[in-house]
């Protein structure tokens, strides 16, 4: 039996978050998460949505098929992808540091 998310809807594909509750896949998540590490990382808007873009897709792949799959298994699977890229990508993908031009 699947696991139900917070609301009790059962959901295509689970992610299990670190306290043990679980929710819906979100794509716009990781693509938001791997643009801001990019903007941290002081790249062009361009280069950011280029890279959040092709990292998005390698997560919806690994996660198709799976009900359930732990958000820690997802966040690795995110810095591996932005390692090959530029392990600066990675540190900040990894620390969530803030863009410090921009602020």
């Given at each position: 039996?699947?696991?139900?998310?917070?609301?009790?809807?059962?959901?295509?594909n689970c992610i299990v978050?670190?306290?043990?509750?679980t929710e819906e896949f979100d794509e716009r998540k990781v693509y938001g998460s791997v643009y801001a590490a990019c903007a941290s990382a002081h790249l062009e808007d361009t280069?950011?949505?280029k890279n959040a873009d092709k990292v998005t897709k390698v997560i919806k792949?690994?996660?198709?098929?799976?009900?359930m799959i732990?958000?820690?298994?997802?966040?690795?699977?995110?810095?591996?992808?932005?390692?090959?890229?530029?392990?600066?990508?990675?540190?900040?993908?990894?620390?969530?540091l803030p863009d410090l031009k921009r602020l």
């Open positions: 039996m699947e696991k139900g998310n917070k609301e009790g809807q059962i959901c295509k978050k670190r306290k043990g509750h280069e950011c949505e792949k690994f996660v198709k098929g799976k009900k732990k958000a820690e298994n997802i966040h690795k699977k995110v810095n591996a992808e932005l390692k090959k890229k530029d392990e600066e990508l990675a540190f900040f993908y990894e620390h969530h």
